[in-house]
Each structure stands twice: as C-alpha cells, then as structure tokens.
C-alpha cells in the first residue's frame, strides 16, 4: 500500500522525498504553534481525577439523546446533529456550557471539571545534561518546511514543485480507541506542494477535472445535511474547492484510493467549517472513509497559505522564498536608502543589522516605503519592528527599478495521510462471506496491494509434489511476488480457503498432471475460476497482472479453463 | 537497500516480519534489564557541567598518546591498544583509575569527575494523567520477544523460525558524532532466529560453509592483534564460532554486504570479548566495515540464549515455550503432586497460585523435584521462589511418564543492522574519481540498490525530443524504475558528469537519430560504454539488469556499441 502510495504520487510525480527525524527539537514546534496549540480539550471527573476528551462525551451524549427520542422532529435532530458535527470546534466554555446543557456526568456522578487544554505531544530531554527539550513529533510536515531551502535547491531553484514524507507522527491521545483508528503512534504519508501564492493552477489540473467526488461543502453541513456529486472540475470553477492544486491533490487520492480496492460508494470529501479551519488555512477538505465506526477522516488535503514558511522564516531569521522569472521584465517604485551607519550601530548595537535589514526589506516597494516616509517627515521618527527611528539616521529618494524577476514566500497545499485509518478501512471494504457459506471469509485485496501475492499448494505430500512446489515459489520469489506454501495435510479446499482469508488472490496447485506434463492451475480468489497453464508461464502472468499489465480475464481467454467443484471439496476438511 | 535486504533475509528464507511501536511501555524495558543496565559510562567536567563519554576520552587518549611517541616499542604500543580496546568494557572504577593514568583533563584544565551511568533510553509520559511511563526502544528487539507466542502461533508451531523487524531505534548518545555513524535516532533491522537450545544447527548451513569470512577472534585481539580469514565450515567446526546458525548468519549478513556493493576487503567480523559480552550470551560477533572513521561496528550477530523469553515469561508469568516432537515417545521420570489446597490457600492468601505453580513445574522432571522432595522429609520444609513450603502441604510419588514432546525455552540468535552506518559506509565505498579528470566523481552504485535507475537526456531541447524522453520515462516509470529526466541546457558531457555523481547508472540518451529510427543509446557509467537499441527494448533491457537477470556485458554482445569520446564532450560544458 506504502509502495504504490509512492508510485502514485512521489515517482510519478517527481516529487522529492525526505525522511526527517521523529524527534524534533522544541524551537521548531514552538514556532509552528504546536508547543502553544496542539491540543485537545480534557474534562476531569472530579472524585477519580480521570481525565476524558470533552468533545467526544458531547458527541456520545448527543448520540444517547438521539437514540432515546426516536420521535424528535427532523428540525430538532438536525439542531442537535449540527452541535455534534462541530465538536471539536468549540472553545473551552462553550463545551462547559454543552456538557451542562446535556447533561454530561462523570462516571463517579459528579459534573466534570472545567474544560482545559491538553497538548497531544510526547515530550522528552534530549542529551545527557537534559536541558534540551524535544518533542516526538505529531506530523511529518515540518521537517520539509525546516528544510525548504534545501528542497527547492535540490529541484534546481524551479517552482511549483512538492515534497512527500513518509513515516511515523506520535499524538498522546487522551483515549485511544476504535480499534486502529485512534492511537497514539501512526504511520502518516504527507505532501507538501509548494506553489505561488498567486497562481494556484496545476499543469495536469485538465488529466482529472473530470472526475467526480461526492462532496460535502461546510454550507451544506450547516445547511441541508446532504452531500453533492461534483466533477472537480466544477468544484472548482464554482468556487466550492479553493483552486486547482487542491482539486488536483482530492481527484489524486480518490484515484489512488480506487487503486488500492477502496470501495468509492464509501468515500467523500468534507469541507472544514470556517471554525475548525486555522485562520491561516484558504480552504480543508478532509476524505472520511466509511466503515462499521462511521466517516471516519483517513486524509486531509489542506491549503495552509504562506503560514509555515513565513513563521520559520521569521524564527529563523533565514529567507524562505521562492523566485519566479518575469517573461518581460517589469518596473518597479522603490526606495533608494541611505544609511547613517555611525549613529544606527551606536543607538541600537548588536541590533544595528536587524534596523538596517527591517528598512531594506521595506524598501523593495515604495508602497510599502511610503508610510514610514511620511512618518519621518512628519514626526522625526517612526517604530519598525518595535525599535525607534529617527530621521537623522536614514535618508531615501524614490525611484523606479527594473526587475527581472518576482521573490514570494510560496503557498502550501498539503494532503496528508493516515495510512493506518486507510488500512484499517480497507481491511472492513475488502471483507466478505461467500454466498454458499458464511464461514468462508474472504479478504478482496486487490493484487496490487495483497501482502501475499500467490499460494503454492501441492495435492499431495509426496517429495516429487515438494520439488515442483518449491521450484516454482523460487521463481515467483525471484520477481519479488510474495509467495506462501503450504505443503500442510488439509484437504484442498480447506487450503484455498486459509488463502481466501488472508486475501491471497491466486492459488497455484501443483496436481498429478503436473508430474507428467509440466502445467499447473492457477486459481483466482473471487471468482474461484481456475486455468490450466504450463508451469513455466507462472511467474510472468502473475507479474504481469500484479503490476497491472494484463488482466485476469484475458488470462482465462488466452488458456483453458478447468471446471472445479470446490464447496464439495472444502466439505472434506 | 532495506528492499533488497527484506528480499535477501525476510522473503528468501520464510521469516515473519512485524512491525512493532517505538514507544514502549516501562514495564517491558525494565523486565529487559535495559531501564537498570542501558547505560554508557559519563563523566562531567566540575566547572562547566559538561558531560563526556568516559570510554571515548580515554580512546581518544590513548591515541593521542601514540601519535606523540612514534617510538614506542611494539610490545608498549599493543598494551595500550589493548587497553583501548577495552575501553567500553570497563567499569566505573576501572575507568576513573585509567582516566587518572593516562592523564586526561576536562576542558576547564580540572580532573573530570568520577565515571558514573547515565542511561541512554529517551522517557516521556503517556496518557492523559501523566503517570505512565514509556520509553522510546533502543532497539527493535524487544517488541518481538513480548510477541513470541503470537508469532510462533502465526507459524503453526514450528520451530525452528526466524522473525524480522525493520525501524527505528533511539538513543540519546552523550556526545553524537562521526557524520552518521553516531546519531540519536536510526533505523535498524533486526532477525530473531529462535532455535531449540540443544540444537543450533541449521537445515541451510552446506550452502554457505564455503564462505571465507575475515575474523577476528576474541583470543587474536588479546594476542596477536592479527585477523585471519577462514570458512564459515572451519570456524564453526573449529569452535571459533559457537554454532551453525550464527555461521550461518554471518555468512548470509556477507552475501548481502556483497550484493549491495560494499568492499569485501573493508569487512571484518570481531567477536566480543568475554569483558564485553553479556553474562548470558554464549557468543558475538560484529561485522565491521572500514571506513575514514575505522572499522566501525554495522552488524551485531549475537547468540542470546534463552535469557529474553525467560525474563519476559517470568514477568508476565506467560509461558514462552515451545514444544518438540519426538520421533518415538520417550520415557521420563517425574513426580506426581498431590496438594493440600486449604492450607496453601490459608497460608499463601493471593500467592497461593504462584506457589502451585511452581511445584508443579519442578515436578515435571524428577531430578528438579528431588531436592524439594529430600529437603521436606529432612527438614519438614523449604524454599521455593522465596515461600516457605511445609510438608503437610504437597505429598508426593516418584514415577513414569511416556511424553511424545520436550518444551523448551527457544534460544534466540539476534543479528542486528544499523542500516544508516551501512549506508554510509556503502557511500564511502562506493565513491571514486575518473582517472583522467579528478573533479569527475562518480558513485559506483550497483544497479540494484541506486536510488535512480536511469537517466534520459534529449541532445537537444526542441519539442520533438521530449515528446521521446517523456514516453521513455513514462515506460521506465511503469515498470518501477526511478528515472530522472535532464532536460537542462548543459552540454550532454556536463549532464553525464551529473547524473554520474549521483550513482545514477544508465543515461539513455534522446538523439537526433531517434527521429528517424526510433533507437537510442545507452551509457554504462562506470565504462562509459554506448549501446544503441530499439527505444522498445530500453525499460526491458533496464529491468532485467537492475533485478539480477541479464548483465550489462551480455547487453554488449546483443546490441552495437557506439564510440564516444566523453573527455572532449565534458569540457565543452
């Protein structure tokens, strides 16, 4: 799954990746805002001292309330379910004001304590004098946003370009539960593309804008409750979706998630409220997956705007800006400075250089520039960035320049995923029992992702049946196709099945013809059908259909197809 | 190169993988000795605080040391590599004296003060109330031991088995050095063989005992300070090295180092001093590879014995055993037990249970229960776990038990890689410069592990040579070779040089007789030989060298060789 992940969107996309480390010293998480901000709020019952996730006793006290008035009127329960969808986004009062007004009572009977923020991160000391802090860290982004300048160097300065990064994000979850899907240490796959911030579009925005998603805008889950099919492409031309990139990046991973044998009845894009959105953030549209838990968000594909780049930049004191060339150049007002070096250094010392820097900054504009002119001229003095200055130590002339190219500080569009909530979905969308008998269980992995790629099963246990066996999963081995033998006593049927449900797609059985003629069956999960083939054609047709290039059914076209009686057979076991 | 070494270890030869988290629970690492005993030896300078690794100050002494008296006599020289050598091993007390002898002073000009333990585990706190400790793992191993009785479940029940688990362990190193040699977090692959105890001989041993392996014993260290090269066969046969299966390993962890590119003649195995080993290990070895640091320690082959499961079953009071079938059923002498269960219960309250227990697994060999048993009619009572059991509890009769099957403890043999400093090293390695131009540096990455597979540079920039390289990469790409375009204007020579420095090892080159014919050519890197063949055949010819199929000198024979002259191609860019 990680492997075609990485095909889908790094190789075929010439994105860069990285590997960063998990622990992340605090600076970094200080100026993302995650030291100060990631967090969850936390009730405590008051006799037990048990802490609990506040809006989540909201969430399963208004499912009680639901269930207890099946007669409610359809107003009334869209009231309630409109509270409940926007749990996580109210503050700390308003959920003590909720918890009453539904209430809420700790398992000791008593009502909680008041709400208060509890930061999800693990916290360690790094280094023997252990007066470093360090955090593990809660996503994977911000070691490519600390890295940026080396990003964009590695792709020859050119813009807009991405980056991915695959491996693990840690959140000190205050109750972990629903099976894999909400636990402390996760794999996450992440994308940051980096574009102007002026120019959102994508070069192969045309390759999918037709492709349709079922969308779920904020105004609707304010409003009607009701989802839409869109083409991306009217997503964005309508507004819904922010800009191309982002329509890009949600027509990507719908794709990639009907690669992998997600059932796409169960997928769709939920728009974020403007108040579960960073004020930074132009626009979040999270996919949720529906399994036995509900929608559940497995990937988030947000627009952050220039805000992580700008506050490294800023904590840094390191440009982190990308250029792009003007195809003609343009003319530009700016400022030409003067400096009176003498009094600057002796008025503000070893911030001398942060005064004059601040100035020059300014004066690439004469926009910019203006106000703090004006104020000279009219005042004598102006503050910049907190210091005080004064006429006498700078003077300036407006003027025009020529400029050939643009500096900007890039946008971010990030998809990001939680690759064990799409696991774990797709282990509940692969499952299913077959027809004729509810105890054979079946896993549909598709061959691109099945862990297991054949069985190779001899009809009997005798040592020429084991050469054959053994010769042929060499083989499969030496393409890299994932091979399981199982030379066991149990009856066939009952092997096929013990591949069925470990999702194994194609079972090869090396029967008595085998020892005569040299040709094999290959039995396909789902269908159960069986063809006849030599066995030195093994390998190569299921390579070739687990990489995509041919298909199963032109398989039982091009050899013979051999009728089997299988339930009789799996009655044997 | 993690690829190549799951298929190589985990796929060819059957074993489990898993994947396990990196925050561990205290419980487990205290069980593991790792919270008492994971430890480095630390020294601080009085003045500043500043912390120091004893052992590496008195290495870096001892250096110093001989560099100042190149005259030395080889006797006085080898004492002090001697005692170098040792110096991880030392303890405190030993450290602190050699510290003093050999004169080394903090930086602040002050003895350092005294040697003492710091452990080298990063702890944080998890869940909400902040009274459950964790630790991120140092190693992988220990997620797999506290899993032996699923994964041995997971494998029917057979033993011997091997699992395998590849991520990331942390350490927080006092002083973190040596580019990535010695850094706070890496990634480790890790093999635990469990074996019967009494058995450690392994089915595949005839296919490597060939093998001729540079060691580098623990007597030679001590003694001669020489290695010598023997066959895996001989030095398991000699006794050099323990048992077949750690001889196994070695030679299997050199086949790999071998397939991935690295230098057998900087590949030593040395085995660990008794001084260094732990008291339950039966033997180690560490396969080291030499770089501009030394020979530094990549590999860890290290026959455990059974002290893992026992630890964890003793804590968790789990069974950790396996079973083996006699081929005829065997006669045993044990005692049959016949409990007083009032009275242990009256006297042992909760333990009642535990004490049972452990009668009747002494019971279960007459030879572990005798001395009980002569002890209670001597004394009237004994000791068992530290309960004093009496005689009117347990009464007892010696007798015969027909058993088809032994349980046993599995001993387990561990080899651990530390797959950042084999991927340094293999850089190292890899790295040469052209003969007739020193600023020409190529990286000799073989096919299989080279992060890109090829290049495809268009001679020219005109549009009718890309629509070709793109359809080319495209083809490269489906069959999951990395390929990186260069469509730069830099002179093709200049662009050879590129992607040489980098280990890319094919260019497929775009010309301007692919306009008319449709072929293109092929470099080999480090030839630099042309080949020119149908673009159709490029990404077949591609992937079969890449996965071992075909070489680049059958290529030679199939295909016409072209001439070219890249020392003038090069300077003309």
Redesign the interface.
């Known amino acids: 799954m990680i492997d075609l992940w990485r095909?889908h969107f790094v190789?075929?996309e010439?994105m860069l990746e990285m590997e960063c480390?998990?622990?992340t010293p605090e600076v970094v998480l200080k100026t993302s805002g995650h030291v100060e901000r990631f967090t969850d709020l936390?009730v405590k019952d008051p006799k037990t001292?048990?802490?609990f996730r506040a809006d989540k006793l909201l969430e399963d006290a208004i499912d009680d309330l639901l269930e207890k008035n099946p007669t409610f009127d359809t107003a009334t329960k869209e009231e309630h379910l409109r509270v409940q969808r926007q749990a996580d986004a109210y503050s700390p009062e308003e959920l003590d004001r909720l918890l009453v007004t539904y209430e809420c009572l700790s398992p000791s009977g008593e009502p909680f304590s008041q709400a208060f923020p509890?930061n999800l991160m693990?916290?360690?000391?790094?280094?023997?004098?252990g007066n470093s802090v360090?955090y593990?860290r809660p996503e994977t982004a911000q070691g490519l946003f600390v890295n940026f300048r080396r990003l964009l160097e590695l792709n020859?300065q050119k813009m807009p370009f991405a980056a991915a990064q695959i491996g693990?994000g840690?959140r000190?979850e205050?109750a972990p539960r629903s099976g894999l899907l909400r636990v402390?240490?996760f794999c996450m796959a992440e994308i940051e593309h980096f574009v102007n911030p002026d120019d959102k579009s994508h070069p192969n925005f045309a390759s999918i804008k037709d492709k349709k998603l079922l969308l779920f805008g904020a105004d609707d889950q304010l409003g009607s409750g009701k989802t839409k099919t869109l083409s991306v492409g009217e997503a964005v031309s309508t507004g819904l979706v922010n800009n191309e990139t982002l329509g890009y990046f949600m027509a990507r991973t719908q794709l990639y998630m009907e690669k992998i044998g997600m059932d796409p009845k169960r997928l769709r894009y939920r728009q974020h409220l403007a108040t579960e959105m960073a004020h930074y953030a132009a626009d979040c549209w999270d996919l949720e997956i529906k399994s036995s838990y509900g929608w559940v968000e497995c990937v988030g594909h947000a627009d952050r705007a220039c805000y992580d780049l700008d506050v490294h930049a800023k904590a840094t004191n390191t440009s982190m800006v990308a250029t792009m060339k003007y195809e003609t150049p343009v003319e530009i007002e700016v400022a030409k400075l003067k400096f009176n070096r003498k009094l600057i250094g002796m008025v503000f010392k070893k911030d001398a250089r942060a005064v004059s820097t601040a100035l020059d900054a300014l004066a690439e504009d004469w926009k910019d520039f203006e106000p703090i002119a004006k104020a000279l001229d009219a005042d004598g003095k102006t503050s910049i960035d907190g210091f005080e200055v004064t006429k006498d130590m700078v003077s300036w002339a407006q003027t025009k320049k020529k400029v050939h190219e643009a500096k900007f500080t890039p946008s971010v569009i990030e998809p990001s995923f939680g690759m064990g909530r799409i696991l774990y979905s797709l282990l509940e969308h692969s499952f299913y029992q077959r027809d004729m008998d509810e105890q054979r269980c079946v896993m549909r992995f598709n061959p691109r992702v099945a862990p297991q790629k054949c069985a190779v099963l001899p009809i009997s246990s005798g040592p020429e049946f084991n050469v054959v066996v053994d010769e042929i999963a060499a083989s499969l081995?030496?393409?890299?196709l994932?091979t399981r033998?199982d030379k066991?006593t149990a009856a066939l049927g009952r092997r096929y099945a013990r591949s069925d449900e470990i999702g194994v797609p194609f079972a090869i059985t090396v029967d008595f013809d085998t020892l005569s003629d040299d040709s094999v069956t290959i039995r396909e999960r789902d269908s159960m059908v069986q063809i006849r083939l030599p066995k030195k054609d093994v390998h190569s047709v299921i390579f070739d259909i687990v990489?995509g290039r041919i298909t199963w059914e032109s398989c039982t076209e091009k050899y013979p197809v051999v009728q089997v009686d299988e339930g009789e057979d799996g009655d044997n076991s």
């Open positions: 095909k190789l075929s010439n480390t998990n622990l936390m001292q048990e802490c509890f693990f916290k360690t000391s790094i280094g023997p004098e360090g593990l020859a693990l840690f000190n205050i402390r240490e081995m030496d393409y890299d994932a033998v066991s990489h």
